[in-house]
């Protein structure tokens, strides 16, 4: 790959976005997906509906805001219940990473779902990939 071609590639979302994303459907509890994040090790989980649709994404500050976040409170609430507050928007592959930050921002997300061209999942941009895109002196 050449060093243009190279460049071109992580001035888009495609470039610094983290995949394969991990995902959960919204039927599984919130004790399910904050075990997910726990063992993964990551903050965001994509959504998935019964048809594989992207919904959104969660993160482990969603499951954190339910009182009480115990085992058991968790076991009794779904992803669904939260999904509601989360609003549901997504970026391109082939989006600039300055967009993706401005989606972010505007929606007060820290993490956004990468959807390709047919609408399916291809990746999730984050945060931190943005701040790892900026001090790279790439932008």
Do not use: C, Y
């Not at 649709?53 to 058991?72: H, Q």
């Amino acid at each position: 790959m050449s060093a243009q071609t190279d460049q071109a590639r992580v001035s888009t979302v495609a470039g610094i976005m983290s995949r394969p994303a991990l995902t959960v459907e919204m039927s599984e509890t919130l004790w399910d997906a904050w075990q997910l994040l726990f063992v993964s090790g990551l903050r965001h989980l994509v959504v998935l509906n019964r048809d594989g649709s992207t919904m959104g994404v969660l993160s482990d500050r969603n499951i954190l805001a339910e009182v009480p976040a115990t085992a058991d409170h968790l076991s009794r609430r779904h992803v669904a219940d939260v999904m509601a507050q989360v609003p549901l928007v997504h970026v391109r592959p082939d989006d600039s990473p300055v967009h993706a930050a401005e989606v972010m921002t505007s929606n007060l997300v820290e993490a956004v779902p990468v959807l390709d061209d047919d609408g399916r999942l291809a990746g999730i941009v984050t945060e931190s990939d943005i701040v790892r895109w900026v001090v790279s002196g790439k932008p």
